[in-house]
């Protein structure tokens, strides 16, 4: 197995969006092969996902997709995906190959449930794959939803404290693993580590850059001579982007690391089109990403809430604190604490 540290500020992956283009189908998809229920969410939660500014039902307008964007939510464990209206979806570059691929925890003993249920609800998937290419052991079956967003469910032979929480009724847990392009893993290393502080696992196959996150799951890099559709950032699909959970001390630092080194993007998704040629080479930057907040926190604290890396693959954190004195459970923080907290320095 490979070596790795998990000294970094990034705990967990939080949550997710990705395209869609039928809610409704794209909801039942997640219920029947994730056990994935529908609920409104805000502070009461438990989860890093409270900034969002009032409880949320499926199909309104709002949290989590760009303004004036119609999006759904659904829990999976502690984790919740959206999935935000696309008018047309690009192919991907195809099963087990395309990214962001979003992989999730299940129980090495369940591997057989889970293959059976995927083979159930006719989904199709590769074959359980047994590997540490990733810096761990364990076992991958990688499958996609209806519109060919690429899922995983990980078997890993040590399974993180925490990873199970409040795990689906088809008992999946969270987030493990989040998978996306990089031309240069090497300019993808300089950037996390710089503005995440994260440090990669070694030994991992020579196409991959591979970040352990410090409480459980890794952020994945593979190197690509061309991005996919479905990595650049807010367009064409204007919604795609990967939350990740950091401690609630270390959440204004590595902002104010990135306001002061990275430029700001002004862009906005309602009214701008942006060719391919440019998105491609657009800089690392911050931004706003579509909750209600972020314009709000652009005009408070003039700048965004959010950042792309170097190949378009958008972000933003969610801040947490320690349960129990440590951050396998974390409780969410608000985002309007954080914005609140700066402008009082300002």
Known sequence: MAEASKSGAVCWVDHCVVPVTDLERWLDFYARVLGAEQRPFGEGDGAPAANLERPMRNGEFGPGAPRGRKVAFTWVGPCHVGGSVASEMRPSKGLGVGAPRYSYFIRPKEIEDH??????????????????????????????????????????VAMPDGAMDDESSAKVGRIAAATFESRDLTRTLDFFNEFCHLEPALDTARDKMVFPLAAGGRLVFKHVDDLGDRTLGHTPYRALHTALVVRDEQF????????????????DPESTVVPRETLESLPARTCIHGAPIGPEWKATVGRG????????????????????????????????????????LS
């Open 305 to 344: 809430d959010s950042f792309c890396d170097w190949d378009t693959n958008g972000f933003h954190f969610m801040g947490a604190t320690e349960v129990d004195g440590s951050m396998a459970h974390p409780k969410g923080v608000s985002e309007r604490a954080y914005m609140e907290a700066e402008k009082a």
């Open 115 to 156: 293959l059976r249920r995927l083979d159930e609800q006719n989904v199709a998937h590769l074959d359980p794959l047994r590997t540490d290419e990733e810096g761990e052991e364990g076992t991958a079956i990688r499958f996609e939803d209806p519109d060919g967003n690429q899922l995983e469910f990980w078997a890993p």
């Open 252 to 267: 204004l630092p590595l902002m104010r690391n990135m306001w002061e080194k990275l430029p700001e993007w002004d862009f």
